[in-house]
């Protein structure tokens, strides 16, 4: 599979190109801002768009969604927890002192537990609130982009509204610590990862 992370906009999200070699379709994960950037990355892999994701719904992890849909036409997809917050994108932006547009509502809400397909790939949806009501990673063999959920060596933050610290670890220990170890982390932020580095040093699930 085709794997492209890079960080956008000022908070430096890790937008997530996904794509398939045989068809040359995509998804795009968490397009925050830069749609430039986005666009470059897809020209030059000859990717076609099929689903725009996100993991929540956070200024900085969706501020690029209405530049996209308008560049590709591809649906967008978020879990139904989050769906509020789409539109307060700008709103939240500014309390940074940065701007972010407004997203389009989704053309299909995700519940977590729905298998994506792109071509010959496809991505577990798997719910994890605790960032936000609606976080969610997606999983295929090998590789999982957990968005604000899991970082290397931390985990998301739970005091912005909506946030649940207990939720938070219970949902990486349901969901993604029986994860096969050498599974590659794709988080939200900072530099990539695998669970069995986190289990062991993460001081949030360590011991």
């Not at 794509?19 to 379709?25: D, I, N, W």
């Not at 560049?71 to 939240?92: G, K, M």
């Not at 790939?121 to 990673?137: A, I, N």
Request: glycine share 10%; proline share 7%.
């Amino acid at each position: 599979m085709i794997v492209e992370v890079f960080p956008v906009g000022a908070l430096q999200v890790n937008c997530v190109v996904l794509g398939c070699p045989t068809s040359r379709k995509a998804v795009v994960i968490d397009p925050g801002a830069d749609i430039q950037k986005i666009e470059a990355v897809l020209s030059k892999q000859n990717l076609t768009v099929e689903l725009i994701l996100n993991t929540h719904g956070h200024f900085d992890h969706i501020g690029a969604n209405a530049a996209l849909k308008k560049l590709t036409a591809a649906p967008l997809l978020i879990h139904r927890d989050d769906v509020n917050l789409l539109q307060l994108a700008s709103a939240q932006a500014s309390a940074y002192g940065v701007s972010a547009e407004d997203s389009p509502l989704p053309d299909t809400e995700l519940s977590g537990g729905e298998t994506l397909e792109f071509g010959e790939q496809s991505l577990d949806v798997l719910h994890t609130p605790g960032h936000s009501p609606g976080c969610v990673c997606f999983y295929r063999e090998g590789l999982l982009v957990s968005g604000d959920t899991l970082f290397a060596g931390s985990v998301g933050r739970t005091d912005l509204p909506g946030g649940n610290h207990q939720q938070l670890l219970q949902s990486i220990q349901q969901q993604l610590a029986g994860l096969p170890p050498q599974t590659r982390v794709l988080p939200g932020h900072g530099p990539l990862s695998t669970i069995e580095q986190e289990l062991k040093y993460n001081p949030f699930l360590a011991g």
